[in-house]
């Protein structure tokens, strides 16, 4: 038994607690059952199809039990799944599938018109559908079978995922996730959050982003906790379903917690189990952070990225609102430093690149070492984040390099206005781009969105403005919208703001 395989650990350990239950179908298994999937299904494609360790295998899915077999199987095999947005076009699908070199793909029927036609799809060798997977378990667990095994050797290095970040690229980037990232962003997110094999929660994030899968997914298969399977996010329901399972710990983005906050449901609601919420992505605004508060649900923020965790950083629920506005303290296992230009450690107070040591680094990004040396540098991860950090060690994101902006030579840091704007009662969102300018060289355009049934002028907004920051910092253009673009992961879609100016 190699000692990355969580599953067969538990099945020794507790085998008849139940690991997963999916809420549309009802169907739940034990962590025993899915030890024995996982050696199924890689003796499977092991000895039928010939994959071997480091071999990969995408899939385009929603969550549902099958992706947890995979998972099991990866841990089992030491091949590598390769999850695919399935928001993304045909073209996007092709270039990813193309790029990884995969031998074999999972596909629920659902996504089987997308990529049917891809040139990539076509030459792959192994092909399956989720359903057919599912048939596979379901009979496996019913005639029981003489157990199926595949020895293999897995090393920290070996990677068990490829993800795919979009970025200023013309291409995205295949980031690998290894087998040891994995055990440190467990252990580093078990001593921050306190999990036992006791809790519970709900995972309906995207099953192709590393926060579905490395926020609270995996920390809970190596700690042996419960996880409700949920296919999307539907603010009345995960209310429902939060209470119902009584869970206790749950992770979300911020627009999440607003819609849930805004839902009739929310008064309703009885969420006394939730020792607090984690909130990831973007910071939350104290408005929202009060709302759950009062409802006596406390919150945690963090911080992390695909490349690095993601759980690197944490704030304590007793600071949410004496440090609002921060990311907290860094996790237990990192180093980090803030540098400027020059890359020197710049002092508390004062902005810098946040750069970051851990064995939750990422050996860099699949056949692309020229990204991979422009951001990891004798093992420092280099983020793109501007950062600060107080006296007392609590950071405070500013923005990503990229998206600061020159007005007058002055940098401005579009984070740091949003926040200030946001705090405008008829506020509802707002997220800023720097565009040309003729006289500045670049300054501010904010794209608002007002709390429905509040009307706000540019004149108004600009004066409040003008009361609270430097008047550089002020955006030029103001441009009402009735909502802002968000990417798969609910952050503002920023690209897209520039697409549309």
Same mark, same amino acid.
């Given at each position: 038994m190699n000692s990355f395989d969580w599953f067969a650990k538990w099945a020794i350990y507790n085998p008849f607690r139940i690991a997963f239950k999916e809420f549309e179908t009802d169907r739940e298994y034990s962590y025993s059952q899915f030890d024995r999937m996982g050696n199924y299904f890689a003796a499977l494609i092991h000895h039928q199809h010939g994959f071997v360790k480091g071999d990969r295998l995408a899939v385009i899915s929603d969550n549902n039990m099958e992706y947890i077999v995979l998972f099991a199987t990866a841990q089992k095999l030491g091949i590598t799944l390769v999850p695919l947005n399935y928001r993304l076009t045909p073209a996007e699908l092709d270039f990813i599938i193309s790029d990884a070199d995969v031998k074999g793909i999972v596909f629920e029927d659902k996504y089987y018109e997308k990529i049917r036609n891809l040139d990539s799809?076509?030459? $792959?060798?192994?092909?399956? %559908?989720?359903?057919?997977? !599912?048939?596979?378990?379901?009979?496996?667990?019913? !005639?029981?079978?003489?157990?199926?095994? +595949?020895?293999?050797?897995?090393? *920290?290095?070996?990677p068990i995922f490829i993800?795919? #970040? %979009?970025? #200023? #690229?013309?291409?995205?980037?295949?980031?690998?996730? #290894?087998? !040891?990232?994995?055990?440190?962003? %467990?252990?580093?997110?078990?001593?921050?959050?306190?999990i036992t094999s006791n809790d519970v929660s $709900?995972?309906?994030?995207?099953?192709?982003?590393? *926060?579905?899968?490395?926020?609270?997914?995996?920390?809970?298969?190596?700690?042996?906790?419960?996880?409700?399977?949920?296919? &999307?996010?539907?603010?009345?329901?995960?209310?429902?379903?939060?209470e119902l399972e009584r869970a206790t710990i749950w992770w979300a983005v911020p627009t999440m917690l607003k819609?849930?906050?805004?839902?009739?449901?929310?008064?309703?609601?009885?969420?006394?189990?939730?020792?607090?919420?984690? @909130? *990831?992505?973007?910071s939350l605004p104290i408005p929202v952070i009060e709302m759950w508060h009062r409802k006596g649900v406390l919150i945690r923020q963090g911080y992390g990225l695909t490349e690095v965790g993601p759980n690197v950083t944490s704030l304590d629920q007793k600071d949410a609102t004496r440090k609002k506005g921060s990311i907290g303290t860094m996790n237990f296992y990192y180093e980090a430093k803030l540098v400027n230009d020059? *890359?020197?450690? @710049?002092?508390?107070?004062?902005?810098?690149?946040?750069?970051?040591?851990?064995?939750?680094?990422?050996?860099?990004?699949?056949?692309?070492?020229?990204?991979?040396?422009?951001?990891?540098?004798?093992?420092?991860?280099?983020? &793109?984040?501007?950062? !600060?950090?107080?006296?007392? &060690?609590?950071?405070?994101?500013?923005?990503?390099?990229?998206?600061?902006?020159?007005?007058?030579?002055?940098?401005?840091?579009?984070?740091?206005?949003?926040?200030?704007?946001?705090?405008?009662?008829?506020?509802?969102? @707002?997220? $800023?781009?720097? +565009?040309?300018?003729?006289?500045?060289g670049e300054a501010g355009k904010?794209? @608002?969105v007002v709390k429905r049934g509040e009307k706000l002028s540019r004149e108004l907004l600009a004066a409040y403005c003008l009361e609270r920051i430097a008047k550089y910092k002020i955006p030029k253009h103001f441009e009402f919208v009735d909502n802002l673009p968000k990417n798969d992961a609910g952050k503002v879609d920023r690209k897209r703001l520039r697409e549309i100016h």
């Open positions: 799809f076509k030459v $792959i060798p192994f092909k399956m %559908s989720v359903e057919e997977l !599912k048939h596979i378990n379901d009979e496996n667990l019913k !005639k029981k079978p003489a157990p199926m095994h +595949v020895a293999v050797e897995l090393h *920290g290095d070996d993800l795919y #970040t %979009s970025g #200023t #690229t013309a291409f995205p980037k295949g980031a690998l996730y #290894t087998h !040891k990232m994995l055990f440190w962003n %467990s252990i580093n997110t078990e001593l921050r959050l306190d $709900i995972n309906c994030a995207p099953p192709f982003h590393t *926060g579905g899968w490395n926020v609270l997914l995996t920390p809970f298969i190596h700690h042996g906790a419960y996880t409700l399977i949920m296919r &999307g996010f539907d603010a009345e329901l995960i209310l429902e379903m939060l819609m849930m906050a805004d839902s009739p449901a929310f008064a309703k609601a009885r969420l006394s189990r939730l020792r607090y919420l984690v @909130v *990831g992505g973007e020059k *890359g020197l450690e @710049v002092p508390a107070g004062e902005a810098g690149e946040l750069l970051l040591k851990a064995p939750t680094v990422t050996p860099g990004y699949w056949k692309n070492a020229k990204a991979t040396a422009e951001t990891i540098e004798d093992g420092w991860f280099h983020t &793109g984040d501007l950062m !600060k950090k107080d006296l007392e &060690g609590y950071y405070y994101v500013l923005d990503r390099i990229k998206n600061m902006y020159i007005s007058g030579g002055e940098n401005v840091y579009p984070a740091e206005v949003e926040h200030m704007i946001r705090q405008h009662p008829d506020v509802s969102e @707002v997220a $800023i781009i720097g +565009v040309p300018d003729e006289r500045w904010a794209f @608002v």
